[in-house]
RNA sequence: GCCCCCAUAGUCUAGGGGACAGGACACUGCCCUUUCACGGCGGCGACAGGGGUUCAAAUCCCCUUGGGGGCACCA
């Protein structure tokens, strides 16, 4: 066994959103390096200079923290390796490919798109492999000047050898491939850019990676990073490929499916523990049924080994699980810190800072609705009632619950006996309801129900008679009030 | 078309020659209950198919089928 440093690198490319895909295999790679005490890389490969944007960066690096994945070396955090953006790392990336001109194990290739196509074309109706046909393999320098002339940039290709190239993948075991269909791909562009294939070998020979690990859908460009190492004679690392993450009808998870990227999950109200939580579990077991895991323990069980080989389909349902079991679990008041962005979002409150009184009172509001919740966009619709000054009442409840025979006598008896209650308290209000309900010879759920409608809007929440006490004397008996006219307006509309 | 990877319920998975094929989500029945949710106790539901190997196959091998990925001057 080598006892060599573990040195694991993140490598997204800044051309969208941080999705769930690339943060499991961020957090895979994080969990790795975190359990054998090695070194998390961060590295940014944004040599793709059309789709490339700093927004995007800034976006990973925003999920990458909020999932609480910090690492080791990359933006912000420079070392001995870096730069950790490719497009700093230029000059690198043409040392080697000089290197690989003048060992003839490259070349420059002058064919345009165009000649391409049709030489793609052809082989494709012959039933030929689909690869280069070594057009400008043994170009003259008579030829390349010919072709300068013409203005033609040139790309560089390497030379593919035809020999059977083999890796041993960590998950998978022996993966064998024969170069003889591979193509002399390219591996500097004609703008003098590396290509995607080229730059990560260099970058994680360079930067002494020891494991690269990755998505399945890289395996098939295994074979020709190998073939760079070999060329450039770097030692080649060890190679795991992760089981893709896909949406419900089994094609690649896409904004079809919902939601993919980590930071929509933080908007909509996900706690990033249960987010990493449940990713962590696409793919990944460990051995036995536990399901909740930290970080913490998340790195002390992880290992290879316990991943599956074939893709997981990515469930809105579990995840909801996932972040409820953390929100149950979850003290009041780091719930409290939690809500009070997505108030302000709904404009339920002014200003994030609450005052001492404001603060107890939302306490009291998490109190009842906490394990009623999803997620914190839920709890804004259901918890609406305690922040807005009018409440819209469901249509549906309106007519099923409220709109009915002697509902308004009661909701009149009860605005009376409210009014004058010098005791809010749960005692004191469960004893009125009782008392309305008894005199009318009904059972209390007879009246507790349009009781909840008139002051919710719906017919679903909290027991009632805490849901009073904290929605407090005032609105009570105002939302009360407004029931009663809104009755009445029914009423003379029949 | 060619190459590669994969295959246990609707979904995530455990199990890797002898097990009642275990758990979780979802769905569902009952209990608790003023509603919803929580919680408790149940239920439905799987080894893709066919050949081998073996006393014995979900487990090992082969084929088929199915799914996924790749074959770019994208990464």
């Excluded at 599956?308 to 009041?332: G, Q």
């Amino acid at each position: 066994m080598e006892n060599k440093k573990i040195r694991v690198r993140f490598a997204p490319s800044p051309t969208g959103n941080l999705h769930i895909g690339g943060a499991r295999t961020a957090l895979f790679n994080w969990l790795y390096a975190r359990h054998y005490k090695g070194t998390f890389i961060l590295r940014i490969e944004d040599t793709d200079q059309v789709r490339s944007t700093e927004e995007a960066v800034n976006v990973i690096l925003e999920g990458m923290k909020w999932l609480g994945l910090d690492w080791d070396e990359g933006p912000g955090k420079e070392g001995k390796y870096g730069p950790y953006y490719q497009m700093q790392r230029l000059p690198l990336y043409q040392k080697y490919t000089e290197e690989l001109l003048k060992n003839k194990k490259a070349y420059y290739c002058y064919c345009t798109k165009e000649e391409l196509t049709e030489s793609r074309q052809k082989r494709t109706k012959e039933g030929k492999p689909l690869r280069y046909d070594r057009h400008c393999l043994n170009l003259s320098e008579e030829e390349k000047r010919r072709y300068e002339e013409e203005g033609r940039k040139p790309v560089i290709r390497l030379k593919i050898p035809a020999k059977k190239i083999v890796f041993n993948d960590l998950l998978r075991g022996e993966v064998n491939f024969e170069g003889e269909l591979l193509s002399d791909f390219v591996i500097v562009k004609s703008d003098g850019i590396p290509t995607y294939n080229f730059a990560v070998v260099i970058d994680d020979a360079l930067m002494d990676i020891s494991n690269v690990i990755r998505g399945d859908d890289h395996i098939s460009n295994t074979p020709k990073q190998i073939l760079i190492y070999e060329a450039l004679g770097f030692n080649l690392p060890k190679f795991a490929h992760l089981p893709m993450i896909m949406g419900s009808d089994h094609t690649r998870l896409s904004k079809r499916h919902g939601a993919t990227s980590v930071m929509e999950y933080k908007e909509i109200g996900y706690i990033p523990e249960a987010v990493v939580n449940y990713i962590a579990h696409l793919g990944w077991s460990s051995g036995d049924e536990r399901e909740i895991f930290s970080l913490e323990e998340l790195v002390k069980e992880f290992s290879l080994d316990k991943i599956s080989k074939h893709a997981a389909v990515f469930s809105i349902d579990k995840l909801n699980w996932f972040n409820s079991e953390y929100l149950k679990k979850r003290s009041v008041d780091s719930l409290v810190k939690m809500v009070i962005p997505f108030l302000k979002e709904a404009n339920y409150i002014k200003e994030e800072n609450l005052s001492p009184v404001k603060l107890e009172w939302l306490k009291e509001v998490i109190k009842l609705m906490q394990g009623r919740f999803k997620n914190f966009s839920q709890f804004i619709d259901y918890a609406d009632y305690f922040f807005v000054d009018k409440i819209d009442i469901e249509p549906q409840a309106f007519q099923s619950v409220l709109n009915k025979e002697g509902i308004s006598d009661i909701l009149k008896a009860l605005k009376e006996e409210l009014s004058v209650l010098k005791c809010w308290d749960e005692k004191s209000i469960e004893d009125i309801v009782r008392e309305i309900a008894s005199s009318l010879q009904i059972k209390g759920g007879k009246i507790i129900h349009p009781i909840r409608v008139a002051l919710t809007g719906k017919k679903i929440g909290p027991g009632l008679f805490e849901l009073i006490v904290v929605l407090g004397q005032e609105k009570t008996i105002q939302r009360l009030e407004e029931a009663i006219e809104k009755l009445k307006v029914a009423e003379t509309k029949k």
